[in-house]
């Protein structure tokens, strides 16, 4: 590719580590990002600093925010007794964009996973469960992933907080809408089984 400048190299270098950004895909990005109006380009290289500098993590949940509180957290309309524990903030927000959840959330950052070295201590486990402790909390619904981690991670929250008095429930898994029963593996069709309800 050395028929492009050094400067269109380092872009589409730069670009292509992006995750889910291949080669060709870095090289259209870059040939798109020089031939912008330069104020295009300015207000991008912008964010992308703006975004370095102003980012951080919600001192309750543990989202993304750029204020000390996020925008969940802030808003009073949303019910404080009910906290939604998940791996992460992508996971978050696609519970938030469902629309059926109006709790607060709790991000661990992670998962258990004893092979990888990854503890309670390596993920906001101990947080959690201060927060849960709080005499307004009324249920924790746990929505970790449903790999071998997140069903560890899973179990552990429940295990802790047994004798607390509040009620701790487990989102359902099994067939996704539009499924085809004969591709549904194992261990999804048993959560389907265990996770059935009345009509």
Request: hydrophobic share 40%; net charge negative.
């Amino acid at each position: 590719m050395n028929y492009y400048p050094e400067s269109i190299l380092k872009l589409i270098q730069s670009l292509s580590t992006l995750p889910g950004i291949g080669r060709k895909t870095a090289e259209r990005l870059a040939l798109h990002i020089l031939h912008a109006p330069l104020h295009e380009a300015e207000a991008i290289a912008s964010d992308i600093l703006e975004l370095k500098k102003r980012v951080k993590l919600c001192v309750r949940c543990f989202a993304l925010s750029d204020t000390e509180h996020c925008q969940i957290c802030s808003n009073i309309n949303r019910d404080r007794s009910l906290i939604c524990v998940v791996e992460n903030p992508t996971d978050m927000a696609a519970i938030e964009k469902s629309g059926v959840f109006h709790g607060h959330y709790h991000i661990l950052g992670g998962a258990l996973s004893p092979m990888d070295g990854i503890g309670p201590d390596e993920i906001r486990l101990r947080e959690l469960f201060l927060r849960a402790r709080a005499k307004d909390i009324r249920e924790v619904i746990i929505a970790t992933g449903t790999d071998v981690e997140g069903e560890s991670t899973a179990s552990y929250i429940a295990d802790n907080l047994k004798n607390t008095g509040i009620t701790v429930s487990r989102i359902a898994s099994g067939v996704p809408m539009g499924g085809d029963l004969q591709y549904v593996d194992q261990v999804t069709m048993q959560r389907a089984m265990e996770g059935r309800r009345g009509f």
